[in-house]
């Protein structure tokens, strides 16, 4: 099946620095791309959805100056997570559909896990 | 009310035994359901897709009931690695969304 690269893996940084967590389909191209967070013991939550050459479109509560998508190229998003702080700790997973992709079926990365101290 | 609704258990049942998860969706123009499961820190994996009626895959069985808008999920003979959290999620065509219910825990005990 399609592969989703996630890195880094794991992240740890000090508060107020920003962290850039790299997407990329391996196999395939990616034309919409979805950045997910999941806190601890809870299920994920869509926080933006990224199309290849346009701007990113965020949930509502989410901010877009705060959490900063890229989708540069077929293959490739960034999330990056400015100013960070402790409650941005989470786990962040991406995923991603292939064009004409209709049927809702996403490939997912290995997810980022960022702690903020 | 929640777009995916998930009882977040835990279900503790001994191996061999049969479990159901249900799971109720409010997006009616929602177009296909999925099953995934996720151990602990990893990210999801599909375990099963539910386009029409329903699905099945060996142990595990998927239901659709778009009349009362739930998906359920089937699993017999419970094995110790089938241990996870299952999420459902709906795909809504029109929103190109994946939408992912709280998850149900699962634990199986020898």
């Known amino acids: 099946g399609a592969v989703v690269s996630q890195h880094p893996s794991r992240v740890i940084c000090k508060s107020g620095t920003s962290v850039k967590i790299e997407c990329r389909s391996l196999d395939f191209q990616a034309t919409t791309m979805f950045w997910y967070r999941q806190f601890p013991k809870q299920s994920l939550m869509l926080m933006a959805t990224?199309?290849?050459?346009?701007?990113?479109?965020?949930e509502q509560g989410v901010e877009k100056d705060k959490f900063l998508i890229n989708h540069a190229s077929l293959t490739l998003s960034t999330l990056t997570v400015t100013s960070a702080h402790p409650e941005d700790s989470s786990f962040y997973i991406c995923?991603?559909?292939?064009?004409?992709?209709?049927?809702?079926?996403?490939?997912f990365g290995e997810g980022s896990r960022l702690t903020v101290l | 009310r929640k777009e995916v609704e998930q009882d977040p258990g835990p279900f503790n049942v001994p191996e061999g035994a049969t479990v159901a998860f249900n799971c109720t969706y409010s997006n009616s123009a929602s177009q296909s359901f999925f099953w995934y499961r996720q151990d602990c820190r990893k990210e999801p994996k599909l375990l099963m897709s539910v386009y029409s009626s329903g699905n099945e895959d060996g142990r595990f069985t998927a239901q659709l009931n778009r009349a009362s808008q739930y998906i359920s999920l089937l699993i017999r003979d419970s094995k110790l690695s089938d241990s996870a959290t299952y999420l459902c999620a709906e795909y809504g065509g029109a929103t190109n969304k994946l939408i992912f219910g709280t998850g149900t825990l699962l634990a199986v005990q020898p």
């Open positions: 990224s199309n290849e050459g346009s701007k990113a479109t965020y």
């Open positions: 995923s991603a559909s292939g064009a004409g992709e209709t049927t809702g079926e996403l490939f």
